[in-house]
């Protein structure tokens, strides 16, 4: 009996422990946030597999509303590689956007549009970090090609009490 109470004890604290939800910023301006940013670390991903420095994602504003999205990369032999895609706006939700890289003609599907919740961001816009809402993807991003290591530090803090297993943390950029 004792061992059951402990377990139904146990069970009951369980919400407490839990990670707090995956949150995105209440305030996004994209016009500061567009430009050049340097990852400085992510998850690994299987689109990032060839990529072993150099990795920037540029953003820039459109027309029409939209979010010209650019990211780059040094591959293995030396060579850059490169992937266009376009991102909008969740409505309702400054800090959230959903990006694709499949082509125009498949938009209309959902399937292709793609969480990208800024959910940690410098007053300045000087770092941020990019994530999805299921915990799957991650990045650390600088205006700056390096980043300081305390720095670098409570910024994974802070993604880790949202319940980032960030043990695989691929380290991306020099930590100064």
Known sequence: MRHV??????????????????????????????????????????????????????YTLRDDGMIGVLNACRTGDGSQEASAGIARSVEGHPGRLQVRFAPDWLSWVPMVWADYWVIDLDPGYQWAVVAS?????????????SMERGLFERIKARAEAMGFDLEPLVIAAPLT
């Open 5 to 58: 109470l402990a377990l139904l004890l146990a069970l009951a604290t369980l919400p407490a422990l839990a990670a707090q939800p995956v949150r995105s910023v209440p305030e996004l301006d994209i016009s500061r946030y567009a430009g050049q940013w340097h990852e400085i670390g992510h998850l690994p991903v299987f689109f990032q597999r060839k990529c072993v420095g150099d990795i920037t994602a540029s």
């Open 133 to 145: 809402p299921n915990r799957k993807y991650l990045w650390v991003l600088s205006r700056t090609p």
